[in-house]
């Protein structure tokens, strides 16, 4: 292996230390607990793993953490009722409503019902437009962290060859946004793009958030690019359940400057982000 590894997990840790002393400060200077309301509806195993994660690091980093735990088969309508009583409620400063909703309830109609302020996924349409528009807005987490990770190794991004594959609006649309921000070069790729080795070949930062487990191989890779990889895949080897990125770190790592490991890698940045935006949050409806 000749890349570096990026430890996302060491980097979270200190963002959220920092986190937690921001909040202390704002406890005893303003008497005021930033405050994070959870919402699960159904009993997906991930999401239910992924929403103890978040429930425990918010305690952890000093904040008030309201989970609201709803069956499968509630209705959209209230769903909608309990969104705008948060909305409406001062000690939550921030509102996610974990993804993916059970098929009877529209996702876009429920998180566009989330007041802007509050909603600390970043995935309201005002969000979106502030964040590419380059005004400030609530920022995704995933790309947040990712983008964190980018500057902190790299240092400035811009003019560098970006290639994001993946194109979520959680994190392929954002993450090619703020990449933009810093003056990357950025192209968005995906599944269906022709040439894909090529496109990527050609990226100093190449960023894979496709969603397929280790897709993308070493010699898709550039000497001695960075590499963040979003994906996090369980598959089944050797009898073993396993988690992967969408990328092969084994051959990458032979070839790429520097990588992320998964896991290890961008998925702590992710709660780590959504503490910081729930601060801020906060903050800001403090004035
Ligand atoms: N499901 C997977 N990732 C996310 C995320 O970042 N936010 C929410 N709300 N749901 C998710």
Same mark, same amino acid.
């Given at each position: 292996?000749?890349?570096?590894?990026i430890d996302g997990k060491a980097f979270a840790a200190t963002v959220r230390e920092h986190v937690a002393s921001l909040v202390a400060g704002v406890k005893a200077e =303003?008497?005021i607990t930033p405050g994070l309301?959870?919402?699960?509806?159904?009993?997906? @195993?991930?999401?239910?793993?992924?929403?103890?994660n978040k429930g425990i690091q918010t305690v952890e980093a000093g904040m008030a953490s309201?989970?609201?735990?709803?069956?499968?088969?509630?209705?959209?309508?209230?769903?909608?009722?309990?969104?705008?009583?948060?909305?409406?409620?001062?000690?939550?400063h921030g509102?996610?409503?974990?993804?993916?909703?059970?098929? =009877?309830?529209?996702?876009?109609?429920?998180?566009?019902?989330?007041?802007?302020?509050?909603?600390v996924?970043?995935? =309201?349409?005002?969000?979106?437009?502030?964040?590419?528009?380059?005004?400030?807005?609530?920022?995704?987490c995933? @790309?947040l962290g990712c983008l964190m990770l980018?500057r902190d190794h790299?240092?400035?991004?811009?003019?560098?060859?970006?290639?994001?594959?993946?194109?979520?609006?959680?994190?392929?649309?954002?993450?090619?946004?703020?990449?933009?921000?810093?003056?990357?070069?950025?192209?968005?790729?995906?599944?269906?793009?022709?040439?894909?080795?090529?496109?990527?070949?050609?990226?100093?930062?190449?960023?894979?958030?496709?969603?397929?487990?280790?897709?993308? =191989?070493?010699?898709?890779?550039?000497?001695?690019?960075?590499?963040?990889?979003?994906?996090?895949?369980?598959?089944?080897?050797?009898?073993?359940?396993?988690?992967?990125?969408?990328?092969?770190?084994?051959?990458?790592?032979?070839?790429?400057?520097?990588?992320? @490991?998964?896991?290890g890698g961008v998925g702590p940045m992710t709660i780590a982000c959504l503490l910081a935006n729930t601060l801020t949050a906060c903050c800001?409806?403090?004035?």
């Amino acid at each position: 292996m000749t890349a570096s590894l990026i430890d996302g997990k060491a980097f979270a840790a200190t963002v959220r230390e920092h986190v937690a002393s921001l909040v202390a400060g704002v406890k005893a200077e =303003h008497r005021i607990t930033p405050g994070l309301a959870v919402v699960l509806v159904g009993e997906d @195993p991930a999401s239910q793993v992924y929403v103890r994660n978040k429930g425990i690091q918010t305690v952890e980093a000093g904040m008030a953490s309201f989970e609201h735990k709803l069956p499968t088969g509630t209705s959209e309508a209230d769903l909608l009722a309990m969104i705008a009583r948060l909305n409406a409620d001062p000690k939550v400063h921030g509102i996610l409503v974990q993804l993916p909703l059970p098929g =009877h309830i529209d996702p876009d109609l429920v998180i566009n019902s989330i007041a802007p302020a509050k909603d600390v996924d970043g995935f =309201h349409v005002s969000n979106v437009g502030l964040v590419s528009t380059g005004q400030k807005a609530m920022v995704p987490c995933t @790309p947040l962290g990712c983008l964190m990770l980018l500057r902190d190794h790299l240092g400035s991004l811009s003019g560098l060859n970006a290639v994001v594959v993946g194109r979520s609006n959680i994190v392929g649309k954002p993450m090619a946004q703020l990449l933009l921000k810093d003056s990357a070069t950025v192209t968005i790729a995906h599944s269906r793009s022709r040439d894909l080795p090529e496109i990527c070949r050609r990226a100093d930062i190449l960023v894979a958030a496709v969603g397929r487990p280790e897709m993308i =191989h070493g010699d898709w890779i550039r000497l001695g690019a960075t590499v963040i990889d979003v994906g996090i895949n369980r598959i089944e080897r050797d009898g073993k359940t396993r988690l992967v990125g969408d990328v092969d770190f084994a051959s990458t790592a032979q070839v790429a400057g520097a990588i992320t @490991p998964v896991p290890g890698g961008v998925g702590p940045m992710t709660i780590a982000c959504l503490l910081a935006n729930t601060l801020t949050a906060c903050c800001r409806a403090h004035g």
